[in-house]
């Protein structure tokens, strides 16, 4: 009966024919759709592996061949089979060095004496699912790992007992200036100042899954700057360890701030046109309609001239404010480098 219907490509080495015979026939019991190619000793394994690397699901191996036996046919053969699973046949019931063939990296140690069809689907099928699960379990870890390491946000990883930086991405050792050896060789309190290490070390006794707050760093040049850190909680290499993320968020104070000026001018300005203006124009208003009004001797008008005057003189002054805080509120006096926050 079929166990099997998708394709595969088997490589036998065995120089036995009836042993071979033997293992063909199980394996076409159990699988529908199948190529077998047979290498009677090391030397064709090999020529079979080196012409055609990586197209063999299983690779099933005697340990008596005419060439090489034993451990050392074992080591060559994983040497030059790669990723593909190897399964050892013999004849022989040693426990000792079925252990110590498993060890050396054989998916299999199977007896022949004690084969049937369905011991030998089974260690099929299980050693390309494990090896299937296997590249996948490495294509996301390398998935991942680029993510970190490709990222174009400052990353890190760091062990949350010693503090000291596990791995860190390209982009953090671009924007603080250190190299990865330098990081590796420094704890995260090296790149803060003093005043925050309190407020570090609430944080860090913080078990929520994704961690969030505004923090000062310290560039390898002395520049301090203010950042914006996201980390959680993972396991890397076997510690306990929290990655983080970390935003510049320095020239994005420095905008808010430049913002907070402005709004502040523009308040004053405000009130000076509703009030400080308000006065002087009053005052003229006033004398020239008393000009107007009443006919005025020579003295009277000096008095008035010299009071319009000194109304003029203190409006101009009040324009001159006005005007110097307004040149305060141009983009290229107050925001610049404000363009470049967002990046």
Same mark, same amino acid.
């Given at each position: 009966?079929?166990?099997?219907?998708?394709?595969?490509?088997?490589?036998?080495?065995?120089?036995?024919?009836?042993?071979?015979?033997?293992?063909?026939?199980?394996?076409?019991?159990?699988?529908?759709?199948?190529?077998?190619?047979?290498?009677?000793?090391?030397?064709?394994?090999?020529?079979?592996? *080196?012409?055609?690397?990586?197209?063999?699901?299983?690779?099933?191996?005697?340990? #008596?061949?005419?060439?090489?036996?034993?451990?050392?046919?074992?080591?060559?053969?994983?040497?030059?089979?790669?990723?593909?699973?190897?399964?050892?046949?013999?004849?022989?019931? &040693?426990?000792?060095?079925?252990?110590?063939?498993?060890?050396?990296?054989?998916?299999?140690?199977?007896?022949?004496?004690?084969?049937?069809?369905?011991?030998?689907?089974?260690?099929?099928?299980?050693?390309?699912?494990?090896?299937?699960?296997?590249?996948?379990?490495?294509?996301?870890?390398?998935?991942?790992?680029?993510?970190?390491?490709?990222?174009?946000?400052?990353?890190?990883?760091? =062990?949350?007992?010693?503090?000291?930086?596990?791995?860190?991405?390209?982009?953090?050792?671009?924007?603080?200036?250190?190299?990865?050896?330098?990081?590796?060789?420094? *704890?995260?309190? &090296?790149?803060?100042?003093?005043?925050?290490?309190?407020?570090?070390?609430?944080?860090?006794?913080?078990?929520?899954?994704?961690?969030?707050?505004?923090?000062?760093?310290?560039?390898?040049?002395?520049?301090?700057? =203010?950042?914006?850190?996201?980390? *959680?909680?993972?396991?890397?290499?076997?510690? !306990?360890?929290?990655?983080?993320?970390?935003?510049?968020?320095?020239?994005?104070?420095?905008?808010?701030?430049?913002?907070?000026?402005?709004?502040?001018?523009?308040?004053?300005?405000?009130?000076?046109?509703?009030?400080?203006?308000?006065?002087?124009?009053?005052?003229?208003?006033?004398?020239?309609?008393?000009?107007?009004?009443?006919?005025?001797? &020579?003295?009277?008008?000096?008095?008035?001239?010299? #009071?319009?005057?000194?109304?003029?003189?203190?409006?101009?002054?009040?324009?001159? &404010?006005?005007?110097? !805080?307004?040149?305060?509120?141009?983009?290229?006096?107050?925001?610049?480098?404000?363009?470049?926050?967002?990046?």
């Amino acid at each position: 009966m079929k166990e099997s219907s998708a394709s595969y490509k088997f490589l036998v080495v065995e120089d036995n024919p009836g042993d071979f015979y033997l293992i063909e026939e199980y394996l076409t019991e159990s699988f529908a759709s199948l190529k077998i190619e047979n290498a009677k000793n090391f030397t064709e394994a090999k020529e079979y592996l *080196t012409k055609s690397p990586y197209c063999f699901n299983i690779i099933f191996l005697d340990l #008596s061949l005419p060439d090489k036996q034993g451990e050392e046919l074992i080591k060559n053969i994983l040497l030059n089979a790669g990723e593909i699973p190897v399964i050892v046949l013999t004849g022989y019931s &040693d426990i000792a060095f079925s252990v110590r063939s498993l060890h050396l990296g054989v998916a299999d140690y199977l007896n022949k004496d004690e084969l049937n069809a369905t011991l030998l689907y089974k260690s099929v099928v299980y050693n390309i699912e494990r090896k299937r699960k296997k590249d996948e379990l490495e294509e996301s870890k390398k998935l991942y790992s680029d993510l970190f390491h490709l990222s174009p946000i400052p990353m890190w990883v760091f =062990d949350v007992k010693t503090l000291f930086f596990l791995d860190v991405n390209q982009a953090a050792i671009n924007h603080y200036g250190y190299s990865l050896q330098e990081f590796l060789a420094m *704890t995260i309190k &090296d790149i803060k100042p003093l005043e925050e290490m309190t407020k570090m070390k609430q944080a860090l006794h913080d078990n929520e899954t994704l961690f969030k707050d505004k923090f000062k760093h310290i560039k390898k040049n002395g520049t301090q700057i =203010d950042v914006e850190i996201q980390s *959680t909680h993972i396991e890397f290499l076997g510690r !306990k360890a929290k990655l983080m993320l970390v935003y510049d968020i320095t020239e994005k104070i420095k905008y808010l701030k430049t913002i907070e000026s402005q709004n502040e001018n523009l308040k004053e300005i405000a009130r000076i046109q509703s009030h400080v203006v308000r006065s002087p124009v009053a005052r003229i208003l006033g004398l020239l309609n008393y000009m107007e009004e009443y006919d005025l001797d &020579d003295e009277e008008k000096k008095f008035f001239q010299k #009071s319009l005057k000194t109304s003029v003189l203190e409006l101009d002054d009040i324009i001159k &404010d006005i005007t110097h !805080k307004t040149q305060q509120l141009s983009p290229q006096n107050n925001i610049n480098g404000s363009k470049n926050i967002f990046k």
